[in-house]
């Protein structure tokens, strides 16, 4: 912060030396005398060292800042080779450091707005492009440039002179020229590509300063292109003009930073203002929606943390990370501690600027979701548990119910056949006492066999096998109270869900004349039953049709008779 307030004093005392340097000796200078020269060399100067400083306080471990402040000062000592600047030092600076702009124009285009080269030959690029710039044209020329030895009586000392070498001196700016034409026509063909492939969210964001900077450069090369033929660049009128394009192109470049750093502030504005709404009185999943509609991206998910390494929506659900392949994922930390991940459409990484946006206003409602995610995961997990412990239940009963079948029941039924052979071998003159009492065995078996059945009918009905349709068939034909079936589903469900709602209607129609309809509506299954008198085993209803995460309720019908309903989610 100390140095981004020192800069911008700085930049503006270095904008008013370079113009006095201009105006004292306008033949040495691109600005000269005029109005206009005076406004395009500190309004792109000042423009590029506003913008920069800008762009550096909002982010402060981004590249492009610096790089930006860097560029408005080259672009203020390009003036500084001018014989009539009276130091040798200024004059020394400005002889190394004239064509230094250029090179850093060009990274700023292509780390924008990451602050970061994408790839190597970027790196490459920007590479060459210093090197030609500061190196080529620049410090070696002035390790053999006399200005006494030139003849220019006015000039101060060059403090990086070797040796006076004139032939050497014009060959070495002839071949910066050319390698000047060469890469800043590299740099736009990589600014162009990067445009060309990038996707249409990256390319919103990156556009305007490519524009800018690709006409910036086309200037440039064309003030090499005018030099070819004398080797060096000079400060005619061509020249001039040319660089009077390129003061236009890099206060179109500063007010396109400033335009990116507007756009995403009204971003972070108006997303902070939905999520102070939302975090008043949103619903699960209310911030979700709210950041979907800013990215446009209908498919975003927010996975928050609620466990050391489980993730789960708002509504409690478990996300998985692991099989979230074709989607890129964003963490949202708050004090250096993950709260969520944001899941959201690849091409959004290519606009960090938003993510970043998006990310800090979402903080200040991800807290309060992430607890209620927490406690809704809880609350998932207590169903799943319910859930297994119904099912479980309900295979140990179809265990049971088959085991006393299969087993208890078939050996005395077996047992009831056996006493019949034997009562078919005994004659009836023989002991009638013994035939008396081998039917009373008989009845006694027979009603044995009867309570074992109830039994394991009770336990579960093997009815429910052959389907809920079947079984509410069933159960109309055995019931002692009158029974009406208005409507019955014939597909079949899960057997939980199957026996859950069976278990509703078989308790209910016991009070009296019932009414029943079974129906799916929506994904769930709604059983309707009218009797005359609420049963007594509602809260273990209760808790068995909770269990499925559905309801159950009961309200007063015609004639002072009860009407429950139950919805059993069935998907």
Known sequence: MPLRLVLWPAGSALGVFSLAIARDNPTFSFAGTSLGGAVALLGAGWALLASGLAFWGRRPGNAVGPILVAASGAWFVAEWNNPSIGSAVGFTIGLALYAACPPFVAWAMLAYPSGRLASWGERLAIGVTLAGAVLVLGLLPALFFDPAAAGCAQCPENGLVVSDEPGLFDDLNRVGVHLGLAWSLLVIAMAVWRLVRSSAAKRRVVAPLLLAGGVYLGLVASTFAASLDRGLVGSGELQRRLWFGQAGALAALALAVGWGLVSAR??????????????????????????????????????????????????????????????????????????????????????????????????????????????????????????????????????????????????????????????????????????????????????????????????????????????????????????????????????????????????????????????????????????????????????????????????????????????????
């Open 266 to 571: 009204r971003t972070r504005s108006s997303l902070a203002r939905l999520v102070v709404e939302l975090s008043e009185s949103a619903p699960a999943g209310g911030l979700r929606e709210a950041l979907a509609r800013s990215l446009g991206d209908p498919e975003l998910e927010i996975a928050y943390l609620v466990g050391e390494e489980r993730y789960a929506d708002a509504r409690g659900r478990t996300v998985d990370l692991a099989s979230v392949d074709v989607r890129a994922a964003t963490p949202l930390l708050r004090d250096g501690r993950p709260l969520a991940v944001l899941l959201h459409r690849t091409d959004l990484v290519e606009n960090p600027q938003l993510i970043d946006e998006v990310a800090s206003a979402a903080r200040l409602g991800l807290e309060n979701e992430r607890l209620q995610a927490e406690v809704r995961a809880q609350l998932e997990d207590l169903r799943a548990s319910r859930a297994r412990i119904v099912e479980a239940g309900d295979a140990e009963r179809r265990r049971l119910e088959r085991d006393l079948h299969d087993g208890a029941q078939q050996r005395l039924v077996g047992l009831l056949f056996a006493l019949r052979l034997l009562q078919g071998q005994l004659r009836t003159d023989q002991d009638e006492q013994l035939l008396a009492r081998l039917h009373e065995v008989e009845a006694e078996l027979r009603g044995a066999i009867n309570e074992l059945r109830d039994l394991a009918h009770g336990i579960h009905p093997a009815i429910l096998s052959e389907g809920l349709a079947a079984a509410l068939e069933a159960l109309a034909e055995e019931t002692a109270a009158p029974l009406r079936i208005t409507a019955l589903p014939q597909e079949r469900f899960s057997p939980a869900v199957e026996t859950a709602a069976y278990l509703v209607i078989a308790e209910t129609v016991r009070a009296g004349p019932s009414r029943v309809s079974a129906t799916r509506r929506d994904g769930v299954l709604v059983v309707d039953v009218e009797t005359e008198a609420e049963p007594g085993s509602l809260v273990d209803l209760e808790d068995r049709v909770g269990a499925l995460d559905g309801t159950l309720a009961v309200t007063p019908a015609q004639g002072g008779r009860v009407r429950i309903r139950a919805d059993i989610p069935c998907e």
